[in-house]
């Protein structure tokens, strides 16, 4: 009787695991938020985004939840990887002068050459459009913004530490400055900009962000 009542455990448990997923979660994300950067969160339908993933509704559900929870899932995607890249390079750079310049190119690369998705940048040109409107955006926008604020202002104290800056050179500030500059970049990409004349005045943007 025991064996019997352990086998039927078994198998009833077996059943509730259910089949192995087959698809890349982070291809499918990736593809989710290229369905919301084009057509808008209002705009993208279940079906336009269980087309653009490749998957069922049943496997979109399990896997993400509804299209509310699979929106969060892509902004916190893009945070993770792709809104950082920029920042990467402004953190590996050996001078405070190369980090802002890589900084902003990368932005700007990353702007106007993005294969596969519109131009531009995923939390300024689609999902700050829904902050007051989707619950949780807010939020991430937020932090975002202020994560972004901290590790770029964290590049110049060190700057400061070693007296390759000034001591009364305003961190915080030219922090926000660059991160402002960035989403201008990233407003006229936007627009249709190429990547050549968004480079142009490179060295006077590094030259204002340091000025003393």
């Known amino acids: 009787m025991l064996i019997e009542s352990s086998r039927t455990f078994i198998m009833n448990?077996?059943?509730?695991?259910?089949?192995?997923?087959?698809f890349d979660e982070q291809e499918a994300l990736l593809a989710a938020m290229n369905a919301f950067w084009a057509k808008g969160y209002d705009g993208t339908s279940m079906k336009d985004l269980t087309s653009a993933m490749g998957i069922s509704g049943p496997s979109l559900y399990s896997a993400f939840?509804?299209?509310?929870?699979?929106?969060l899932k892509t902004i916190d995607r893009y945070a993770?990887?792709?809104?950082?890249?920029?920042?990467?390079?402004?953190?590996?750079?050996?001078?405070?002068?190369?980090?802002?310049?890589?900084?902003?190119?990368?932005?700007v690369t990353h702007s106007t050459q993005q294969e596969g998705a519109?131009?531009?940048?995923?939390?300024?040109?689609c999902v700050a459009m829904t902050v007051g409107e989707v619950d949780g955006v807010a939020e991430r926008m937020e932090k975002a913004i202020r994560d972004?604020?901290?590790r770029l202002a964290k590049r110049f104290d060190e700057e400061k530490a070693k007296g390759n800056l000034s001591e009364n050179f305003p961190s915080e500030a030219r922090a926000r400055?660059?991160?402002d500059m960035r989403q201008g970049?990233?407003?006229?990409?936007r627009a249709g900009w190429s990547a050549e004349p968004l480079l142009e005045?490179?060295?006077?943007?590094?030259?204002?962000v340091l000025m003393d």
């Open 65 to 71: 939840g509804d299209k509310r929870e699979l929106y």
């Open 80 to 107: 993770d990887v792709d809104g950082c890249a920029p920042i990467v390079e402004y953190e590996s750079a050996d001078t405070i002068e190369e980090a802002i310049r890589r900084f902003l190119t990368v932005v």
């Open 13 to 22: 448990d077996t059943k509730k695991m259910g089949r192995p997923r087959t």
């Open 118 to 125: 519109p131009r531009g940048c995923f939390l300024a040109s």
């Open 201 to 208: 005045d490179l060295d006077d943007r590094v030259r204002m």
């Open 177 to 179: 400055l660059l991160h």
């Open 185 to 189: 970049l990233v407003h006229r990409s």
């Open 148 to 150: 972004t604020d901290a």
